[in-house]
C-alpha cells in the first residue's frame, strides 16, 4: 500500500480531534445539537489551521444518525455512506482549478437535485476567492436562497478578495493559527502511536517549523521519521529543516557585539561557502537574534524556547555580552533588510552592509544607536563601586556646612551643642571663639567670613585652610600657559586636579605619562614657586592609588568646611 502522509493518515474524523479551534468547535457542535443549521458557511484562516478537515467533518455532522455530542458517529448507515469517497452528496470542489463561470453553473443546476444517501447535500468549494467576478456573481443567487437540502461551505486563506455580496450571505468563522504547544503534543501523540521516539526538544523544534499549521507541522514531523532510527534529536530536525548551524550563528553574533568586524565578515563566508542562500541566513539570523532577546529579558526562557541545555547556556553567555536595546538594534537592522535583498542584484553588500552596521553601533548617528550607546554606559555606571564616588564625604560636608552655619547664630547656651558633636575637642578653645564670632557683623550671612576671622586672629596656622585648591591650581594651571617652554606642562595640567592636605599640595595624576612629565626637568619647582603665592606648601605627585587621592580629598574637603571648629 502506497505511504499515507501523516496530515492525512491522522486528520481528524470528529469534532474531538480538532485541535486549537475550540470557538468553532463549539459553536458548531451546539448547532448539530440544536438542529440550527446554517445554509452558508465561510471559513477563514491560514492553511493548515483546519477548515477543511472541519467542513469534512461538519458535512458527516449534519448528515449523522445519531450525532454523539454534535459529532458524527462514524457507525450509522449516513456515516457509512458518507466514509465512502465516491459518495454523490458531499462535493468537494477546488475552486483553484474550477474557478470559471461555467464551473458555478454546473454547481447550480445539480443542486436542486436531493440527496441520495442522506438528508443533506453538502457542497464544500476549497479556495474560494479563486473564483473569477462572473463566477461569483453565479453563485449568488444559489448561495442566497439555496435548496432546503444543501448547504455551502466556503474555505479561504484570502477573505479580503470575496466580494461583500458573498461575504454577506455566509456565516464566518476565522480559525486561529495553532499554539505551538498544541502543535507539539500532537506531534507527541502521533509519534508516540506509530513508535518513534523522540527528544522533546526535536518536538518542539517541529512544532515550532510549522507555524501555527498542522498540515506544515505533520510534513515536517513526517519527514524526521525517517531520519535514522534511533531517538530523534533536536540536531536531527535541524538538518531536516536545512537550519543554519546554530554555532555558526552564534559566531556572528558574539563578533557583532564584540564590534570585530573581521570576525562577523569572516563568520558569514563560512556560513554562504557552505552553499546557504542569503535569504535562508537572514531569516535564520534574525530567529536567532529574536530568541536572544527572549534569553535577555524572559526570565522563563527555557521553558519559552524549549532548547538544549548546552545550546542555551551557550546563548545565555552571548546574550549577556550587550544589553536588550543592543539585541533589539541588531535584529531590527537584520530583518529590516529583508526587503532590500528581495530588489537587490547585490544581496551579498546588503547583508554585509547591514551586520557591520549592526556591529558598529558607535559610528551610527540616528536615535537607536545612540540609545543603544547611552544604555551600555547607563549599565557601566550601575556597575561601579559605590567605592568609586567620594559621595559620603560629600555628605558628611554638608552636614558640617550646616553646622557650621548653625553656630554663628546661636547663642552661648546652645553653642556647647555643637562642641559635643565634635571628637576630641576641648571646651575652652571653642568658647573663647565664640565672642569672635559675636563681634563679626556678618556672622549670619556667610559661615566661610566667620571662618577667616578666627583662623587669622588664633594663628594656630597659616592661610592654608581657607584656601580653595581648585583655585589654587587653576591658578596655577593658568600661569603656566604663559611661561616659555611649559606649554606640554600646562597642556597636561589642565586634565589634572589637585588636592591640599596640611602645607602639601597633590596634584594627582592617573598614569604613568602624567607623573614623568612632572618629574622632568624643573616642573615640579616651577609648580611649587606658583603655588607659593598661595602659602609655604610642599608639592607632591599623588600617583594614582585610589585609597590616597580618597583619603586626600576627604582631608581637604574636611579642612576646608570644619576649620571654625578645628581652629583652636
Ligand atoms: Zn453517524
New binding site residues.
Partial sequence: MAYLALYRRFRPTNFDKVIGQDVIVKTLTNQIMTDKIGHAYLFCGARGTGKTSLAKIFA?AV?????INGS?????L??QSLNDPSNIDVIEMDAASNNKVEHVREIRENVQYPPINVKYKVYIIDEVHMLTPEAFNALLKTLEEPPKHAIFILATTEPQKLPATILSRCMRFDFRLIETKKLHDLVCEIYDEIGKEYTDEAVTAIAKAGEGSVRDTLSVADLCVSIGDGKLSYNDVLSVLGATDLNKLNDIVKNMFLGNIGGVLTATDELLALGKSIGVLVKDLAGYLRDLLVVKTCKTAKEILSLPDDRFETMLSTANMVNEVRILRSLEIVSGIENALRFSTQQRNVLESALLKASTPENDGNIDALLSRIKTLEDKIKNLSSEDFIKPTKVEVTSTVNKVEVAPVVTKEQAPIVKEEKPKEQLPPIIETKPIIKETPKVEEKPIIVEEKPAQITNVEPIKPSVDARRVWGTIVRKLRTMPGKTILWVACQELSATISGNTLYINVTGESEKNLLLKDDNLLVIKELASSFGDFDVKINDGSEGEVVQNQKDRVSEFFSDTVEIK
Fill in positions: 458527516k448528515n449523522c444518525l445519531q450525532p458524527p458517529c462514524g457507525k450509522c449516513a456515516c
